[in-house]
């Protein structure tokens, strides 16, 4: 299983963005996704999650300018942050809660390589 996660880069304070994070291989069913992010020095801290039945919650503090959302026949989570600060400036990762098509359906949560997000002022 991987997921490639797309939409990081470059903007200036106040622009909006959009992350895409699409997971592949031999999924049998995904159950919660969601979107961290983690800056130099920080601790990784929760953005978002959104469940298969399409349930969200998010980080008290981000609350007001993200959104999370989902494509299940894609297999993809996407994340819109608007307002965007210097101080979002870190590399956002995504994860997946998925079971794959092998002998007991093993589940366990799989992580995204990042995207880096910079936001200048």
């Known amino acids: 299983v991987q997921l490639q996660a797309s939409g990081g880069g470059l903007v200036q304070a106040g622009a909006s963005l959009t992350l895409s994070c699409a997971a592949s291989?031999?999924?049998?069913?995904?159950?919660?996704m969601g979107w961290y992010r983690q800056a130099p020095g920080n601790e990784r801290e929760l953005i978002a999650t959104?469940?298969?039945?399409?349930?969200?919650n998010y980080a008290a503090a981000l609350k007001d300018r993200a959104t999370i959302s989902r494509d299940g026949a894609k297999n993809t989570v996407y994340l819109q942050m608007i307002s965007l600060r210097p101080e979002d400036t870190a590399v956002y990762l995504c994860?997946?809660?998925?079971?794959?098509?092998?002998?007991?359906?093993?589940?366990?949560?799989?992580w995204g390589q990042g995207t880096q997000v910079t936001v200048s002022s």
């Open positions: 959104v469940t298969s039945t399409g349930a969200r």
């Open positions: 994860m997946a809660d998925i079971t794959i098509q092998a002998m007991g359906r093993p589940r366990r949560y799989y």
């Open positions: 291989g031999n999924i049998d069913r995904i159950y919660t």
